[in-house]
């Protein structure tokens, strides 16, 4: 299986901070790539995939760089609503994985 | 709107067995990719299994390999989730999810059922 692996695993921000969330494959998964967020309690919620497009309904303030095996997820401008816990999940392989999460708490 | 609705979780003692079910609604079920996916108390997202909408292709986890099912009734709109042997590491909440772009990637998930195995 493909190895997911997120940095950091937890991340302390305050409003209106930018963040960036970092997720590395073990092995080339060109673009097929998605991020999720997962409030306590609820369901994931898809924010990103192909690495970079943006699901419909998600804020501009989501975006998704990268290819092959190193990946960001930016928060441009940290909002309330965002305090979660963030995702990748690689679907280069049938067998789909995802990293171990990371943790935006408040500062 | 779409809407998945997860029900059937409960406490098995272990080698017990249980069936999941989800009920989807607002979206044509027939045409999608289904997938089961869980999360043990505290801990990440594991995929478990998929069926295809197409052919009925389907995959599982190495973990539950032989001793789930997953199948799909297009005329009732479900997807369900035979879980047999079951182990106290199954022990998580189960949310269906719809899959996109050739089941790469879950844009609907449903607010999952708790499955507890203990004795």
């Known amino acids: 299986d493909i190895q997911m692996t997120q940095s950091p695993s937890t991340l302390s921000a305050s409003v209106g901070d930018r963040v960036s969330i970092t997720c590395r494959a073990s092995?080339?998964?060109?673009?097929?790539l998605a991020w999720y967020q997962q409030k306590p309690g609820k369901a994931p919620k898809v924010l990103i995939y192909k690495a970079s497009s943006l699901e419909s309904g998600v804020p501009s303030r989501f975006s998704g760089t990268g290819s092959g095996t190193e990946f960001t997820l930016t928060i441009g401008s940290l909002q309330p609503d965002d305090f979660a816990t963030y995702y990748c999940?690689?679907?280069?392989?049938?067998?789909?994985?995802f990293g171990q999460g990371t943790k935006v708490e408040f500062k | 709107e779409v809407q998945l609705v997860e029900s059937g979780g409960g406490l098995v003692k272990p080698g017990g067995s249980l069936r999941l079910s989800c009920a989807a609604s607002?979206?044509?079920?027939?045409?999608?990719?289904m997938n089961w996916v869980r999360q043990a108390p505290g801990k990440g997202l594991e995929w478990v299994s998929y069926?295809?909408?197409?052919?009925?292709?389907?995959t599982y986890a190495d973990s539950v390999k032989g001793r789930f099912t997953i199948s799909r009734d297009n005329a009732q709109n479900s997807l369900y989730l035979q879980m047999n042997s079951l182990r106290a590491e199954d022990t998580a909440v189960y949310y269906c999810?719809?899959?996109?772009?050739?089941?790469?990637?879950?844009?609907?998930w449903g607010q999952g059922t708790l499955v507890t195995v203990s004795s």
């Open positions: 999810a719809r899959g996109r772009d050739s089941n790469g990637w879950y844009d609907h």
């Open positions: 607002g979206f044509t079920f027939s045409i999608y990719d």
């Open positions: 999940q690689q679907y280069d392989s049938y067998s789909r994985t």
């Open positions: 092995q080339s998964i060109s673009s097929w």
């Open positions: 069926i295809s909408y197409r052919n009925g292709f389907i």
